[in-house]
């Protein structure tokens, strides 16, 4: 059966005005140029960074740039994938970018809960290979967005990410080490229906950092279903040679397949260019989808 051409085919990769923003000079350009919270700004100073690395200089602006601002040029695509050596700052720099939009909207709307509409599920999810990665992210992140609302959470072994209206089948081997921590509620007792089990704390957090199969069983219900996490706006997918290797690659592809917003932004980083990650940044910049489509074949 002849398949029909997909856009994906259509010379993915566009080159339009080679028109690229000017790579950042120092971390007060943030504030100056782009406006970023200058909370944030000031954190970062009080961590004694003082010149962004060429890894931050590159890829801020590019990703603190909105898209009108991008119009006509080659980065009207919001994905992006980062290479950078092992040392160089990325943690800082894919996590700047999100932590002032969410810690704007949230400035904005002056609204304490995570709601966004219909949106329950966290609006940032961060993939690192293992915990004591995503532990080392949680933690950077957590001194950036100091004084602001933004709120992040490590993934543990019996949270829910998303509000489930059926009991859920992860059984009772939660332990208690985890409980002191605050960007996770008990779930609702009233509602839902009979609990013939216990079910797990929701995560109540704007930016959830995990690894892939703890996010992954999180999200898969009883029947085997992915379930959607519909307010995610950013997936930022660090080591991302690591979590496209054959032992992550499924995971990984789970996990961005059920970021199901429209206007999802995902950003690549990794130290090194492998084959598979190269792959993926032709299918980064077609729709989500597709995308997925694409890696699922090779
Ligand atoms: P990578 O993920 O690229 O391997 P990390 O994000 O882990 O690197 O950063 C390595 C170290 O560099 C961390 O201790 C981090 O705090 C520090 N760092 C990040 N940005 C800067 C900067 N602009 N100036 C000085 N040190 C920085
Ligand atoms: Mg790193």
């Excluded at 660090?238 to 054959?246: F, T």
């Excluded at 130290?271 to 890696?295: C, D, W, Y």
Aim: with cysteine; glycine share 4%.
């Amino acid at each position: 059966k002849k398949k029909k051409r997909s856009n994906a085919e259509e010379a993915p990769v566009k080159k339009k005005t080679e028109i690229y923003p000017q790579p950042l000079q120092d971390f007060e350009h943030l504030r100056t140029r782009y406006g970023v919270h200058g909370r944030i700004v000031r954190n970062i100073r009080q961590q004694a960074y003082t010149i962004p690395t060429e890894v931050q200089l590159g890829s801020l602006p590019l990703l603190l740039s909105s898209s009108t601002d991008l119009e006509d040029s080659v980065w009207e695509t919001p994905n992006l994938l980062a290479v950078a050596p092992t040392g160089s700052g990325k943690t800082l720099a894919f996590l700047i970018p999100v932590v002032d939009s969410i810690a704007k909207l949230k400035a904005s709307s002056n609204d304490e809960t995570l709601a966004d509409g219909d949106d329950v599920t966290p609006r940032a999810i961060v993939v690192a290979p293992t915990k004591e990665l995503a532990s080392q992210i949680v933690n950077e992140g957590r001194k950036l967005s100091q004084g602001t609302k933004v709120k992040f959470a490590l993934m543990r072994k019996g949270m829910e990410v998303v509000e489930r209206t059926e009991p859920a089948t992860t059984s009772d081997d939660r332990t208690s080490d985890d409980d002191s921590d605050s960007s996770v509620v008990e779930p609702n007792e009233t509602t839902g229906p009979a609990k013939t089990r216990k079910r797990g704390q929701l995560v109540k957090a704007d930016i959830l950092v995990s690894t892939p199969l703890a996010l992954v069983n999180a999200l898969t219900d009883t029947t085997g279903t992915t379930l959607p996490l519909r307010g995610a706006r950013y997936l930022i997918l660090d080591e991302a040679d690591v979590l496209l290797d054959p032992l992550f690659r499924e995971q990984t592809l789970s996990i961005w397949k059920s970021c199901t917003s429209p206007s999802l932004r995902v950003s690549l980083w990794s130290a090194t260019m492998g084959s598979n990650v190269e792959s993926l940044v032709v299918s980064t910049i077609t729709s989500q989808r597709k995308a997925v489509e694409l890696s699922m074949k090779q």
